[in-house]
Every structure is written in structure tokens, then in C-alpha cells.
């Protein structure tokens, strides 16, 4: 009686009553829940506050605990029975009742102690089920460390990777130069064969250092995968885990588990020098490899120290050659220094220091852009990693309470990145929130290597300089990348979380469209600026406005509204108009991607959609 063979769901634990006719009457009551095959949980859902004399369901767990007879009642019981058979006449209903009754009566009037040996065994049990859940917490709380650790190992080798593959563009690019003019001087030699002689050296340091960040770049990917290996064995056992100590918790009612929270990833924050001549930029490479080995070795002994704590152990096919991730001792003319973290300035430090923005010497970021476009073709590991990073600055902060906000982006068709992107942050204490929407000129993969250049650039400005000057400053960013065709519309919304109050900021970008609850109609909020790297000093004045409850604000890019042959105005409608359709059906929440699906679906161009709202008090 009472073992649970024909009842769907866990298997019944030893009764808890406080006698022995407690434990008797769980026994018949959980025997007619077996009989009548109903899982607990639908037992639960079929009870209703009338069955009870405080006139109130308890929750299932506090029903679990008192069929296993802590604090079992008279009304449970008939409310079990008045469940299990509802169609049970009153016949038949009456013996099975009367049963129960004698067991509560003899409980209530003359109970019979637990034997001396039952209530050792069940003291004995919840002793070692307390010590078993004190070692799961234990264990939990080492593999958690462990799996943070090798998330962040894999992060950050996966940031290198990016970086490493950027910077192998920049060197095949610096190695075809070199050799351009080592074969011009060649035919001087003769005559002036001094002239020949530095510039053969700096082509000789140039292919090593290729050679080079081709091995680091192989040994970041290898670590990433490692990385990522070390930490799916860790969550796995952590499922596991968890899964023994919920049936710990319902034999012992316990539920002091504590939610672990997991740290922010660490990027990788990396700058390159500004100087222009040769050697200047072959040593911004070889402080870069320098950072990169030492970063490397430390993240490559923090995952091996995660893999050993949760005793993962790679195959043969997994491990690197002895001498992969060896450092070279090498003799190279000029000063070798630690490359220095990314320091944004400050405001008032701006005017002064443009070269604080800079991130590559003059000049160099085309021939990236042409490095990640050539590779990417043929490399899908490195570009999955390379989407990643765009999709990873692409995430926006949380909002406060009363605050939604909702993004999507979708690069054109046959493309695996997109030219447009999004960065945001929360700035002034939590109380500002900062979103930048950017649609970089071109499409596929050469807009998106710009835009994940970009994205990381704006998102170290964006919090860092007051709301009116990052757009000026993002504009003599992009024009000191010199690119043939180096300009980008983008559209700057810095909002107060509390007022509701914000100030947008446009260069060359499409409006934003408001909608007012209180006129029920959308409106446009156009700024005033030219594109970004078009000429400098340009000027960029705001459109200002309030978002009040039940208000939305809609930033997009053209690819959303604009089609040959269309008049904008036309594709702006249709979109407004479908977004009344939609949030009035469905509410915000998934509203970026229904857009784009249902405005854009077919539209050759990449397309980004972000909305803000307000919820109505």
C-alpha cells in the first residue's frame, strides 16, 4: 500500500508522521492516490479553497509535505478522497472514509509511539541526506567556479582570436607593401644598395611576425575550444547536481538553495599605436603578440586548474602540441613595452587628446577590412566567433521597472554579418540610458567588418563623453580610418530613465517616430547632422522630446522603409502601420523581429529595428 507502482510521477518517501496511526493513515491516503493513478501536482490543481476549513489551497510543496503526515489534517484527507473519486457513491465512499477516521481518532486520542527503531532509521536518513546536501553545495559551489572561469577563459580567447585575426590582415597587407617596395629599390640596388638594406629588415620582421600571429591565432582558437569544453562538463554536472539535490529538497522540504550569479565576461581591451613610420607600426605588433602570449598562458592556466576541479580530461585530438603556446625569445631592434589597457578620455580631456580615439595607425584599417572580408569567405569557425562579438556589443543594458526595450538586426540576404549595429549602455548613475543605431555605407562582409570595428569604438566612447559630443567625436574617429568609402549614418538617444525626457541626435541618419498614448498617433523626431566621416568639425544639434506613460520611440535603419522605386515616406507608413497592428495584438515584446520579418522580409540591404516603451500607469 502506498508504493507508488501505478501513480505517475516520483515514488513516495517514508512517511513523517508524529505516530504510528499518522503514518498509517498517509499510507491509506497515498494508497487512494495510487488507485486512482492522479499525479500529485493534478491532485493539487483539482483541490479548491471549499475542500479546506481555512478556506485556502496550500501550495503543492506544504501538500507534499503533509500527505508524507507533517501536519496532516482531518480536511486534507476528505479533500483527497472527494478528488480521487469523484463518482464514488456514497456507498462505497463511506467504509473508505470511515477507515481514515478511526486512524485520526485513535492519533488524536491515544497515539502510538514510533518505534524506537523506525524513528532511528528516519533520523538516520535525514541525517545523511543532510550531509548529502551539504557536500552537493560544495561540489556545486567548486564547479561553478570552475565554469566561470573557463567562460571567461573562453571569452577572452575568443577576443583574441578577433583581434589576432584582424591583426593578421594588417600584417599580409604589411608584408605585400614591403615587398612592393623592396622589388622597386631591387632594381637601384646596384647603385645604392644602402637604401635596400632597412627596408629588406623590416620585410624579414614583417613575415615573422605573420608567422607568428598565425600560431597565436591558431593556439586562441585551440584554448577557446578547450574553454568551451571544460565549461559544458561543468554545467553538465551541475545539472546533474541540481537534479539530486530537488529530490534531496522534497524528501527534506528544504529550499535553501542560493542562486550563484555568474561575472560579467572580460574583454580583451586592446589599442595599437598611432605612430606612422614602419618600425613604429611593426612594434605596435610585437607589444600586441606580447600582450597576447601573456594573456594566453594566464587563461590557458586558469581553464587547466577549472578542468582538473571538475576532473574533465581532453582526448588526444583536443590537446595542443608541447610547443604550441611556447613563447620565442627574439632580438628585435626598438623598445618593448606592455601594451597599455584602452583608456577613453574623458570630456574635458577630448580637444586634447584625439589620439585617445584612435585605434590603429593611419591609413592601416582599409587593408583589416579587406584582411576579414578575404578570410571570413573561407573560415566558418572564425566567422561564427566574428558574429558573436558583433551580437555580444550588440546586447543592450537591462531597464528599470516601467521600461521595455527591444532590438533586432538582419544583415542582407547571403550575408552572414550586417552593416548595422547597435550599442548601448547605462550611464549617470543608472539613471541615462545611451543607445546608438548605426547603418556603416556597403553590404556584406566588408560593411561588416567596418561594423564590428566600429561597434567596439563607439561602445567604448558611448558613456564616457557627455551626449553632445559623441557624435563629434565618433565623426573624427571614422575620418582618421581614411576609408575609400569610410562614412556611416547613426542616430544617438540619450534618455532619462526617471523624467522620461531625452535628447536624439541624428548624422544623416532617418527620424525617429514617436507614438503618443495621450494623441494616439505617431510623430516624427528629426535632428540635425551630417553623415559620419564625411568632413570634420561638423555640428550635430538635437531634437528633443518626452516619452510619457504608454509612449513608444522606433529607431530604424533604410533598410527597413527604403525600396526602389518607393517613395520613403510611403515606407515609413507602412511601417508605423504595422507596428500599431502588432503592439496592439501582441504588446511590445517580440515586436522588432515581427517588423522586419513582416515590413522588410525581401529588402536587399541590412536592417536593424529598436523600440523603446513606456509602460501606461
Known amino acids: 500500500m502506498g508504493g507508488g507502482r501505478n501513480r505517475p510521477g516520483r515514488p513516495w518517501a517514508p512517511p513523517r508522521g508524529s505516530c504510528t496511526e499518522i503514518n498509517q493513515l498517509v499510507e491509506l491516503v497515498r494508497s487512494w492516490i495510487d488507485e486512482s493513478s ?18 485556502a489551497v496550500p501550495e503543492l510543496r506544504r501538500l507534499r509535505d503533509l500527505l508524507a503526515g507533517d501536519g496532516l489534517e482531518w480536511d486534507v484527507v476528505e479533500a483527497v478522497a472527494d478528488v480521487c473519486f469523484p463518482d464514488d457513491s456514497s456507498d462505497r465512499c463511506k467504509p473508505r472514509l470511515e477507515t481514515a477516521r478511526a486512524l485520526w481518532d485513535r492519533a488524536q486520542s491515544s497515539p502510538t509511539p514510533l518505534a524506537g527503531a523506525q524513528e532511528l532509521a528516519l533520523a538516520r536518513e535525514l541525517l545523511a541526506a543532510k550531509d548529502r546536501t551539504i557536500e552537493i553545495y560544495q561540489e556545486m559551489q567548486r564547479l561553478q567556479t570552475a565554469y566561470e572561469a573557463s567562460e571567461r577563459g573562453r571569452y577572452q580567447a575568443l577576443q583574441i582570436a578577433t583581434l589576432l585575426f ?29 637604401e635596400n638594406t632597412p627596408l629588406e629588415r623590416r620585410l624579414s620582421r614583417a613575415q615573422r611576425q605573420q608567422e607568428e600571429l598565425s600560431e597565436q591565432l591558431l593556439r586562441a582558437e585551440q584554448e577557446r575550444d578547450i574553454a568551451q569544453q571544460v ?5 553538465r554536472r551541475i545539472q546533474v547536481l541540481e537534479g539530486e539535490l530537488a529530490e534531496l529538497r522534497f524528501r527534506m522540504a528544504d529550499d535553501d538553495l542560493a542562486p550563484s550569479g555568474s561575472p560579467a565576461p ?25 600582450k597576447v602570449r601573456a594573456v594566453l598562458d ?69 587593408q583589416f577590412a579587406d584582411g576579414v572580408t578575404a578570410s571570413v569567405q573561407s573560415d566558418d569557425p572564425m566567422r561564427f566567433d566574428l558574429r558573436e562579438r558583433i551580437r555580444v556589443q550588440s546586447k543592450l543594458p537591462n531597464l528599470p521597472r516601467g521600461w521595455h526595450r527591444e532590438m533586432a538586426l538582419r544583415p542582407a540576404p547571403g550575408s552572414s554579418f550586417s552593416g548595422d549595429f547597435v550599442v548601448g549602455a547605462r550611464t549617470n548613475s543608472g539613471r541615462r540610458l545611451d543607445v546608438v543605431l548605426t547603418d556603416v555605407s556597403g553590404k556584406g562582409s566588408e560593411a561588416g567588418s567596418r561594423a564590428l570595428l566600429l561597434s567596439g569604438a563607439f561602445d567604448g566612447l558611448l558613456g564616457s563623453l557627455p551626449p553632445a559630443e559623441f557624435l563629434p567625436a565618433a565623426n573624427s574617429y571614422l575620418l582618421r580610418q581614411d576609408w575609400d568609402e569610410g562614412f556611416a549614418t547613426s542616430i544617438h538617444l540619450a534618455l532619462d530613465l526617471v ?55 522606433m529607431l530604424y535603419t533604410n533598410g527597413l522603409v527604403e525600396t526602389p522605386g518607393r517613395d520613403i515616406v510611403e515606407g515609413i507608413d507602412r511601417l508605423t502601420g504595422e507596428a500599431d497592428r502588432y503592439i496592439a495584438d501582441s504588446g511590445i515584446h517580440g515586436a522588432s523581429w515581427h517588423l522586419i520579418e513582416a515590413v522588410a522580409e525581401d529588402v536587399n540591404d541590412d536592417r536593424a529595428h529598436l523600440l523603446i516603451s513606456r509602460d501606461r500607469e
Open 499 to 553: 523624467s522620461g525626457d531625452y535628447e536624439l541626435f541624428s548624422a544623416g541618419h532617418l527620424p525617429g517616430l514617436q507614438y503618443s498614448a495621450g494623441r494616439d498617433r505617431w510623430e516624427e523626431k528629426a535632428a540635425d547632422g551630417p553623415l559620419l566621416g564625411v568632413y570634420d568639425g561638423a555640428q550635430f544639434n538635437p531634437a528633443q522630446g518626452s516619452l510619457r506613460p504608454g509612449d513608444v520611440l
Open 266 to 290: 572580460q574583454l580583451l581591451q586592446h589599442r595599437l599605436g598611432g605612430a606612422d613610420p614602419d618600425d613604429a607600426a611593426l612594434e605596435d605588433v610585437d607589444r600586441a603578440l606580447e
Open 231 to 235: 565549461a559544458d562538463h561543468a554545467a
Open 166 to 194: 584582424a591583426m593578421a590582415g594588417q600584417a599580409q597587407a604589411k608584408v605585400t607593401e614591403l615587398k612592393r617596395r623592396a622589388d622597386a629599390l631591387r632594381s637601384l640596388s646596384a647603385r645604392r644598395p644602402e
Open 298 to 366: 594566464e587563461e590557458h592556466a586558469a581553464v587547466q586548474q577549472a578542468a582538473d576541479d571538475v576532473g574533465y580530461r581532453a582526448s588526444s585530438s583536443d590537446r595542443m602540441p608541447p610547443d604550441a603556446g611556447a613563447s620565442r625569445t627574439r632580438t628585435i631592434a626598438g623598445r618593448i613595452e606592455r601594451v597599455s589597457e584602452l583608456q577613453v578620455p574623458s570630456g574635458a580631456e577630448q580637444s586634447q587628446s584625439d589620439a585617445g580615439l584612435s585605434g590603429t595607425t593611419p591609413n592601416n584599417w582599409w
Open 38 to 55: 492522479v499525479p500529485v501536482s493534478q491532485l493539487h490543481q483539482r483541490l479548491t479553497p471549499d475542500h479546506f476549513v481555512a478556506r
